[in-house]
């Protein structure tokens, strides 16, 4: 018997996405026998207690019958079970400084983590995630913060409506300058973006029309790894060489600067990937890019400027093009940067439902049936040990 405890999310500020809704919850009941599913209590959940009472959800504080518990951010290592399976984003794949503490803790609680951005297909393409959303309100958050500086058009907040449906409603009418946008990335995020830009009747354009045309409509460019980056020595692009190598690089984004008002960046990124531009760019002329929406979100990753994360609360801030310190946004001399780390939540309900289709659709009859190569992969650590896959993160894991 699957018994699935879905844990309250306890990282502040508090996440209140959830990876099943109680529609979802109720077909897993009427679908299968052996799968039962609690819910533990929680104010913030975008779904209520209530909600999953009706759906027939069992709600009670007490999770530690259950023998697979699934959350969406970082458990506090205070409120980690010991021993139990664990499905949540630890965000440590990357030996992420911040998450170290949490690492070590769930092994030596002996906890079995599958972290579901390892979930992925044969050929590394991710299985699940929140990035269409993440996309979707990013994008809209760029296109808002270029509106604010300039005044040259509004609007709303994405938390100023509750469902995609309506936040498509609030674009109808709208006229847009003639600006240039670069979007960058090819995976979910990307996809949430260009839905945007095409709801918005922003026109696409290929990279050589967008470097050497100004155009009297509003127009994007959709930059993915071959139109971002060369190898050093043959000036040519191989996906596989550069996952493999991508320190024997080099990023030409460099180009795209002084024809770009607004950059939306969605591209993966790691230490060893070539940045986008480096800081010394923003002193530049030439430097035209007024608002940045940093959707990957790594701090000085693919783009620099990125100070740190933003706030649903306070999107955009400010950093100065000569000191590189943080400001205030929309002020004379500074770029926009919009770098908030958990955008999919200004979308909750949404965002929860896509995410628990996917959980359903790829992963759950894997988890029911007692496992699978898809699932091994994707598990970092089992019993204390790191899993094979995992090895590497000996030295941050204190083994």
């Not at 009427?30 to 009706?54: G, L, M």
């Not at 760029?142 to 509004?154: E, F």
Request: negative net charge; aromatic residues 10%.
């Amino acid at each position: 018997m699957l018994i699935i405890g879905l844990i309250r999310e306890g990282k502040i500020p508090q996440d209140n996405r959830v990876a099943l809704t109680p529609a979802q919850c109720k077909w897993l009941k009427k679908n299968f026998a052996d799968i039962e599913v609690v819910a533990q209590q929680s104010p913030t959940r975008c779904y209520t207690d209530a909600e999953y009472e009706r759906a027939g959800v069992e709600v009670k504080e007490d999770i530690s019958d259950c023998n697979l518990l699934l959350g969406i951010k970082e458990v506090p290592v205070d409120q980690l079970l010991e021993g139990k399976t664990y499905m949540f984003f630890s965000h440590t794949k990357k030996m992420q400084p911040g998450n170290q503490k949490l690492f070590r803790a769930i092994l030596d609680k002996k906890i079995r983590l599958i972290d579901y951005e390892c979930l992925e297909h044969d050929d590394g393409t991710r299985i699940i995630g929140f990035g269409f959303f993440a996309g979707i309100v990013g994008a809209h958050n760029g296109m808002m913060a270029y509106g604010n500086r300039t005044g040259a058009y509004t609007l709303q907040r994405v938390g100023s409506v509750n469902s995609f449906q309506k936040l498509i409603h609030t674009y109808f009418g709208l006229k847009l300058p003639n600006i240039k946008i670069a979007v960058t990335g090819t995976g979910r995020v990307a996809h949430g973006v260009l839905e945007i830009m095409n709801l918005l009747g922003i026109h696409e354009v290929e990279p050589d029309e967008y470097l050497d045309t100004q155009f009297s409509y509003p127009a994007y460019v959709h930059l993915k790894g071959a139109n971002l980056y060369v190898n050093k020595k043959t000036g040519k692009y191989s996906r596989n060489e550069f996952h493999t190598n991508p320190q024997d690089y080099h990023c030409r984004f460099v180009d795209y600067i002084a024809q770009t008002d607004i950059l939306i960046n969605g591209i993966y990124w790691e230490k060893n990937i070539p940045r986008l531009f480096e800081m010394e760019e923003l002193k530049k002329p030439g430097f035209r890019i007024q608002t940045i929406a940093d959707i990957t979100d790594d701090l000085h990753g693919s783009v620099p400027c990125n100070l740190g994360d933003s706030t649903i609360a306070d999107p955009v801030y400010g950093v100065d093009r000569n000191s590189f310190e943080k400001t205030a946004p929309y002020l004379p001399g500074s770029v926009d940067v919009m770098a908030v780390g958990n955008l999919p939540n200004e979308l909750s309900r949404d965002a929860s439902r896509y995410f628990g289709e996917q959980l359903i659709k790829f992963v759950l009859d894997d988890l029911r049936l007692g496992g699978s190569k898809l699932i091994a992969r994707a598990t970092m650590t089992d019993a204390g040990e790191l899993n094979e896959p995992y090895q590497y993160m000996k030295d941050y894991a204190g083994l």
